[in-house]
């Protein structure tokens, strides 16, 4: 009996105001996709991360003309080094060997390279991939080395635009979700005048506080939902028809969000527009209208 | 039943305080008027027994309960004990009259099965038995204030709190009412109704508490409008 009063309330209160409810809805969703993205962004990253960093490496490039003894000296060096992990040795032809076949779509570049001119190094992996301040200064003074190279940077730039696109996705997200916010209030606001009449009699006859409230609380909860819904949708369609469809080619940087990742939002953007919705509904009617 | 004890109360940005140092007992089954002039403080004593408002200073006893120090969670149960009507009915403009009384159980918890037993049972009570599908604007002053009075009697409450329940009605109109609250006092419920219609005090010779600046300068078991 009291639920149903209490949902015949909501529809009603939803439908009086559904101009102000549309609003309300569209602005959630806005801020929830823009949430979500930016958490599928950071997931996406670490996971990346974690698969590329594993496998970068510090490149030692060696002079032209390095000697025997500098090499092996090196070479014994780097072994025995409690820093290093492994080292492989890349002479001139299996660098050049290599650059071919990276390179085998461009046979203009392959055949405009001298084979000598790629240096040979040593490709060195460190046991803490954070460790190449250490293993440059030790090695930068050497005769016969020309270059240490932290391929960890160059990843960084690219860890770096991600993390841009994620940060503007979630500043949207926040300033989106202070407009949900203030709309939420003035939705209550709105709805605790067109009803005070209702409020001021079940405050005379002693209706509890939670019956007066919920609502109210209630029709900013399902807004949040209705907004959770649309921003889950908004990702999934930008996942299949974007991200896999036009952008496809961009997969090969960019490996694909998994579907699970993107079906995982669906419950969490959920919980987070009801609960805000539901805690600023409730400040509002608390502190606010004092309904 | 009902017990001020040496209450003040002055409302903030007031300069001086609208009830000084009352003390006033009602028992169980009393009839209390409570007359004096405007801005005497009559409604404030209303507020503080609906614990609208808290007193500066004092003590207040409503149902044994000490109301001052009512937690707040608690003051909407307590009401349930107190039935209210105003000077302008308070009814809900788009319910019939049998929708603004059961409105008051519903929104307590009580089954419709309930308002169907006992909401025509009040309306009845009230003199308006054939009306119960009015809208309050198909309805007289009067008619409207006998919904308002059986709507805050529904519940069976202890007491009936009434601020100037006919102060809208003409002459003829407010002796019904009048007769409809001493009939729901004879039931037993205490009723404390605040008044400036010296005919019905006159008339019904009950006890008066007269006041003054927030002050009680009077209180007479038969007493007259004076
Ligand atoms: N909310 C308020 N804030 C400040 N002063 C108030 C407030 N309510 C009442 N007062 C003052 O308290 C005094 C008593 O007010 P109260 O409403 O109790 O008078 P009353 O006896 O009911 O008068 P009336 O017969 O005109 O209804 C008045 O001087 C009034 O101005
Ligand atoms: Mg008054």
Redesign the interface.
């Known amino acids: 009996?009291?639920a149903k009063?209490v949902l015949s309330e909501v529809v009603t209160g939803l439908w009086r105001n559904v101009t102000m409810t549309i609003a309300m809805m569209i602005t959630m969703a806005v801020s929830l996709t823009m949430l979500g993205a930016s958490m599928l962004v950071y997931k996406q990253v670490d996971r990346m991360q974690s698969f590329f960093y594993g496998k970068v490496e510090v490149s030692i490039f060696l002079k032209t003309d390095v000697t025997e003894a500098q090499r092996t000296s090196l070479q014994s060096d780097l072994k025995g080094d409690p820093l290093v992990q492994n080292v492989i040795y890349e002479s001139r032809d299996t660098a050049w060997q290599r650059f071919k076949t990276q390179f085998k779509d461009a046979p203009d570049l392959v055949n405009a390279t001298k084979p000598d001119s790629l240096p040979e190094s040593f490709r060195v992996k460190l046991k803490n991939p954070e460790k190449f301040q250490a293993i440059y200064n030790k090695y930068n003074n050497r005769d016969g080395i020309s270059e240490i190279v932290d391929q960890r940077k160059l990843l960084a730039k690219i860890f770096g635009i991600f993390n841009s696109m994620q940060n503007v996705a979630l500043i949207v997200s926040i300033i989106q979700g202070v407009a949900a916010l203030l709309l939420v209030a003035n939705m209550i606001q709105i709805a605790a005048y067109s009803k005070r009449?209702?409020v001021?009699?079940?405050?005379?006859?002693?209706?509890?506080?939670w019956?007066?409230q919920a609502p109210f609380v209630l029709e900013a909860v399902f807004a949040g939902l209705v907004g959770a819904v649309l921003a889950f949708a908004a990702l999934f369609v930008a996942k299949t028809f974007f991200l896999e469809g036009a952008l496809k080619s961009l997969q090969t940087v960019f490996p694909p969000i998994p579907t699970g990742d993107v079906l995982l939002m669906l419950p969490i953007l959920a919980g987070i527009g009801a609960a805000v919705n539901a805690i600023a509904g409730w400040i509002t009617l608390r502190f606010y209208v004092r309904v | 039943m009902i017990q001020l004890e040496q209450v003040t109360k002055t409302y903030p940005k007031a300069s001086r305080p609208s009830l000084d140092d009352v003390s006033v007992s009602i028992d169980k089954g009393d009839f209390v008027f409570f007359i004096g002039p405007s801005g005497s403080g009559k409604s404030t004593i209303i507020k503080l027994l609906?614990h609208e408002i808290t007193p500066n200073s004092g003590k207040v006893y409503v149902n044994e309960r000490d109301v001052t120090t009512m937690r707040s969670?608690k003051?909407?149960?307590?009401?349930?004990s107190?039935g209210?009507v105003f000077q302008d009915f308070?009814l809900?403009?788009n319910r019939t009259a049998y929708e603004n009384v059961a409105?008051?159980l519903?929104?307590?918890?009580k089954?419709?099965g309930v308002a169907r037993r006992v909401v025509p049972e009040v309306l009845e009570l009230v003199g308006l038995g054939g009306k119960e599908h009015r809208y309050p604007h198909e309805l007289s002053g009067g008619e409207q204030q006998r919904v308002a009075v059986a709507?805050a009697f529904v519940?069976r409450p202890l007491i009936l709190l009434a601020d100037e329940p006919t102060g809208n009605l003409d002459p003829d109109t407010s002796i019904e009412i009048m007769r409809l609250l001493d009939r729901i006092n004879r039931t037993g419920t205490t009723v404390v109704m605040v008044t400036h219609d010296s005919n019905i005090v006159n008339q019904m010779r009950r006890r008066v508490v007269e006041i003054e600046s927030g002050r009680i300068v009077r209180d007479q078991p038969r007493g007259v409008y004076g």
Do not use: D, H
Not at chain 2, 106 to 109: A, H, R, T
């Open positions: 009996m009291r009063y009449r209702e001021a009699v079940m405050k005379l006859v002693g209706a509890s506080n019956f007066i | 609906l969670w003051i909407p149960t307590f009401r349930r107190i209210c308070r809900l403009p409105f008051a519903e929104v307590i918890g089954s419709k709507r519940n």
